[in-house]
């Protein structure tokens, strides 16, 4: 990070409104196509797409190195199921059912990706139709499952990506994932996790994307506060279901080719479909910009869960601590563990700032690395963001009935050794 983006980031985060940011649409639905890798730095992605929350689509010239394109692809753009088969055909995966409604998503079941292939190509010669339905390799792992395995490069521009920064350290989950689909498999309408930031590469084949901008979906739910499956249903129409659904704007329209990157906005809900045979690597990212919509979300999705079970508040002694619980088994993390993400985050770049990397260290590739590579300015910058929002955690009521004492550092010694080691870089 440069000392322009430094200085325009600080400006634009002094002023944030977490509810605010990507909250409108773009002009006329344009989203910018990045061609030319030798003139688009970071910084200029920084500015121009993660600050203000805004998709853009990056050409075929950012992945062309990847092995996975060349290899996992066949001369006429086609999967090349029979590298695939040798490569991981004994990995078991996750497929869902794109044909089936089930609590508002498609089903999903484990299955050897053999005979995931093998689907596949009955599906492709019986003229895309099976009695089974449209099967779509969903949420694939890969990367955990075959770490020895160098299909892509992450893009410099994704690479402050917090919450594969953390769930690598925990060593528990990640958020990089393999889709694999037949032409007009698809996902429904929703948002990503933690409201993160997305970012798909195709690596054969070609998608369609329908974006609404943080703050649409909110004319799209039923009168039951529900959102739609599908925002293509003519069923929106019926003004005695979907009341709000005439002050919606039209969504986004992305048509991805093959090769290409797409970046989703942190909040922005989203619906895809394949339309060709299509293999794709997506990864969810939270970092210093949309950090604070996270924790936003989280606030969000404990409400939701004790207006739920408000009923049991006075009979259940533990009821803040069932809360947590509750909400950490639909999405993933509870306060604590949210604390913890900020502590491991601040540490990571405290460490890089105070001490620096020896030449072994800066050779792997390794969080620390990572950091080091964006510059101490960024590493400050993703301080002080952490600060403001460990700070708002710190001081919500929700947070203060649980019992702290299991973390180490406390919350308030974190925050003074996080404004110490920033007063100490700016110096």
Same mark, same amino acid.
């Given at each position: 990070?440069?000392?322009?983006?430094?200085?325009?980031?600080?400006?634009?985060?002094?002023? %944030?409104? #977490? @509810?605010?940011?990507?909250?409108?649409?773009?002009?006329?639905?344009? &989203? +910018?196509?990045?061609?030319? =890798?030798?003139?688009?730095?970071?910084?200029?992605?920084?500015?121009?797409?993660?600050?203000?929350?805004?998709?853009?689509?990056?050409?075929?010239?950012?992945?062309?190195?990847?092995?996975?394109?060349?290899?996992?692809?066949?001369?006429?753009?086609?999967?090349?199921?029979?590298?695939?088969?040798?490569?991981?055909?004994?990995?078991?995966?996750?497929?869902?059912?794109?044909?089936?409604?089930?609590?508002?998503?498609?089903?999903?079941?484990?299955?050897?990706?053999?005979?995931?292939?093998?689907?596949?190509?009955?599906?492709?010669?019986?003229?895309?139709?099976?009695?089974?339905?449209?099967?779509?390799?969903?949420?694939?792992?890969?990367?955990?499952?075959?770490?020895?395995?160098?299909?892509?490069?992450?893009?410099? %521009?994704? #690479? @402050?990506?917090?919450?594969?920064?953390?769930?690598?350290?925990?060593? &528990? +989950?990640?958020?990089?994932? =393999?889709?694999?689909?037949?032409?007009?498999?698809?996902?429904?309408?929703?948002?990503?996790?933690?409201?993160?930031?997305?970012?798909?590469?195709?690596?054969?084949?070609?998608?369609?994307?329908?974006?609404?901008?943080?703050?649409?979906?909110?004319?799209?739910?039923?009168?039951?506060?529900?959102?739609?499956?599908?925002?293509?249903?003519?069923?929106?129409?019926?003004?005695?279901?979907?009341?709000?659904?005439?002050?919606?704007?039209?969504?986004?329209?992305?048509?991805?080719?093959?090769?290409?990157?797409?970046?989703?906005?942190?909040?922005?809900?989203?619906?895809?479909?394949?339309?060709?045979?299509?293999?794709?690597?997506?990864?969810?990212?939270?970092?210093?910009?949309?950090?604070?919509?996270?924790?936003?979300?989280?606030?969000?999705?404990?409400?939701?869960?004790?207006?739920?079970?408000?009923?049991?508040? +006075?009979?259940?002694?533990?009821?803040?601590?069932?809360?947590?619980?509750?909400?950490?088994?639909?999405?993933?993390?509870?306060?604590?563990?949210?604390?913890?993400?900020?502590?491991?985050?601040?540490?990571?770049?405290?460490?890089?700032?105070?001490?620096?990397?020896?030449?072994?260290?800066?050779?792997?590739?390794?969080?620390?690395?990572?950091?080091?590579?964006?510059?101490?300015?960024?590493?400050?910058?993703?301080?002080?963001?952490?600060?403001?929002?460990?700070?708002?955690?710190?001081?919500?009521?929700?947070?203060?009935?649980?019992?702290?004492?299991?973390?180490?550092?406390?919350?308030?010694?974190?925050?003074?050794?996080?404004?110490?080691?920033?007063?100490?870089?700016?110096?």
């Amino acid at each position: 990070m440069d000392r322009a983006t430094f200085a325009c980031s600080t400006a634009f985060f002094r002023d %944030y409104n #977490s @509810s605010s940011q990507g909250a409108f649409c773009l002009p006329g639905g344009h &989203v +910018d196509f990045i061609e030319k =890798v030798e003139s688009f730095t970071y910084s200029d992605f920084f500015r121009d797409y993660l600050i203000p929350n805004h998709p853009c689509i990056f050409s075929a010239k950012f992945t062309e190195d990847w092995s996975s394109r060349r290899n996992w692809v066949t001369w006429d753009g086609k999967p090349n199921f029979d590298h695939l088969l040798q490569q991981f055909g004994e990995a078991v995966v996750p497929v869902a059912n794109c044909d089936v409604k089930e609590y508002n998503s498609n089903p999903k079941e484990e299955f050897p990706f053999k005979e995931y292939i093998k689907y596949w190509k009955e599906y492709i010669k019986n003229d895309y139709r099976s009695s089974r339905g449209c099967l779509y390799l969903k949420d694939w792992h890969l990367s955990r499952a075959f770490p020895e395995q160098d299909v892509y490069t992450t893009p410099v %521009y994704f #690479s @402050s990506d917090w919450l594969n920064e953390y769930w690598d350290a925990i060593a &528990v +989950d990640d958020y990089r994932f =393999v889709y694999m689909g037949p032409k007009g498999s698809w996902t429904p309408f929703h948002a990503d996790v933690f409201r993160s930031y997305s970012w798909s590469a195709n690596i054969c084949g070609r998608k369609r994307w329908l974006l609404y901008p943080a703050g649409q979906e909110e004319y799209l739910k039923d009168h039951h506060g529900n959102l739609p499956f599908d925002v293509t249903a003519p069923s929106l129409q019926d003004r005695s279901v979907y009341p709000r659904y005439n002050q919606s704007q039209p969504p986004v329209e992305i048509v991805q080719e093959a090769g290409e990157i797409v970046f989703i906005p942190s909040g922005w809900h989203h619906q895809v479909y394949n339309l060709e045979d299509t293999i794709s690597i997506n990864h969810n990212w939270v970092n210093g910009c949309n950090v604070a919509i996270m924790w936003c979300f989280l606030q969000d999705e404990l409400a939701a869960v004790q207006r739920e079970i408000n009923e049991w508040k +006075d009979p259940m002694d533990d009821w803040h601590l069932q809360c947590q619980l509750i909400m950490k088994s639909c999405t993933g993390i509870d306060y604590k563990e949210f604390y913890n993400f900020l502590k491991v985050i601040a540490e990571n770049r405290i460490s890089v700032l105070e001490n620096g990397l020896d030449d072994e260290a800066s050779a792997k590739n390794t969080p620390k690395a990572a950091i080091s590579t964006l510059g101490m300015l960024h590493a400050v910058f993703d301080l002080k963001r952490t600060v403001k929002v460990l700070t708002s955690l710190s001081a919500n009521e929700d947070f203060k009935k649980l019992d702290l004492t299991s973390l180490s550092p406390p919350p308030e010694a974190l925050l003074h050794h996080l404004k110490a080691a920033i007063d100490t870089a700016l110096l």
